[in-house]
Every structure is written in C-alpha cells, then in structure tokens.
C-alpha cells in the first residue's frame, strides 16, 4: 500500500496524477505499472483501502481515481459517493470485474465519471484515463451495446431520433464532441446542437446523467420482461 507520490523521470508537468485504490496487490501493482508506461499520465499514489484513498485525495489532490468495487472497509460506490462530496474535483473511474447492469449504474449515480472492466486492454485503460479527464462519460464498450436501442414503446428512448440515439450510443462509449462529429460527418456545432436536445428528452443536464440514463432505462425495460 504505497501512498508516496512518485514522479518518473520523463513525465511532462502537466500530466495526468491517478490515484489507484485497489486492494490485491498484484492487480494494483500490474495497473500501476501499465499506467506508467503511458506519456502524460502519472501515478500519485496507489492504495487498498477506501480509508486510504479518501486520505490520498487529501493530501495529493489527484486529477482521477481508478476504483476497485470492492474493498476491505467499504465498497468502491460508496467510496466514491464519499469522493465526490468531499472531494469534488476529483474525477473517479471504477475498475471492476464485475459487468452487471446494477453496478455500472450505481455507480454513476454516486457520481463516477465512467464504468471499465478489467478486462480492457491496455489502450483502452488509457483511453478511458484521458477521456475521463476530458470531461466525458465512458463505459466499457462490451457493456455499451443495445444501450441507446428503444426495447419498448413505453421507454422514453423511444422518443429519440436515430440521430439522437447514434448520439447517445457514442456518448456511451466515452466519445469527445470532436470525435462525434467526425464519426457522424457534422460539424461540432451540430453534434453540440443535437446532444442539447438529447439532454432535454432525457430530463439530464450532462454527459454523466445521460450515460446513467440510458443505463436506467435498459434495465427497466429489462425487468418489464417475460
């Protein structure tokens, strides 16, 4: 469990300081070392408890924590409800093994800015880093499918253009405005005109809350069912 701020030689000053809470050794150390590799991103500190974390944002104000769901003095979502009202600044990113539905949603809910499983790549993993820091919402892409999809004629993404929903399933993968456009061949304006009506459709405000809303909806659509 080491807390001491490590600065590798070669890092640009102004890169990306990560705190990493994660209690098996091998899994945190193996991370912390992936991220290392990565030009621009640095690893302030890298514990295994919610205790520990909470103190870490203290005392060396990370630019994003990567959190385990489970922990040994509480449980990754409450950790970061905890984070995102005593430290606020901090942008969180669950890293789980776990791709239930109620998790990812759970934990936006308590304010994290993204939802990845262990399983991610390497590239991925700093994607999503970079991408979280850039103020999106990411989820992992093997849980974003059929998410922005209408599955009834009782959901409000019903009432979504195919534009929209084209939208929101980017948005769901953690993609920049820029990136959107490209993908959709509009200009930024356009994208920022469309997420805009998005939002009010979806009754949300940001990025986030749209991701999470969409995540809602599934699973109520889910549990209507046979």
Known sequence: MDTTPRIPTGRTHAALRILLVEDHTIVREGTRELLERENGIDVAAAVATGEEALRACRELAPDIALVDLHLPDMDGISLIRLMSRTAPRVR??????????????????????????????????????????????????SLAPGLAAPGSTQSPLQNLSQREQ??????????SNKEIAKTLDLSVRTV???????YVKLNVRTRTEAVLAALKLREDVQGDGP
């Open 92 to 141: 969180t990113l669950m890293l789980s093994a776990f791709g239930d539905p109620i998790y990812v949603t759970h934990a936006l809910a308590a304010g994290a800015s993204g939802y990845l499983l262990k399983t991610a790549s390497p590239e991925e993993l700093a994607s999503a880093v970079r991408a979280v820091a850039a103020g999106a919402a990411v989820i992992d892409r």
């Open 166 to 175: 084209e939208l929101l399933g980017l948005l769901v993968n953690g993609k």
């Open 192 to 198: 920022e005109s469309y997420a805009s009506h998005l």
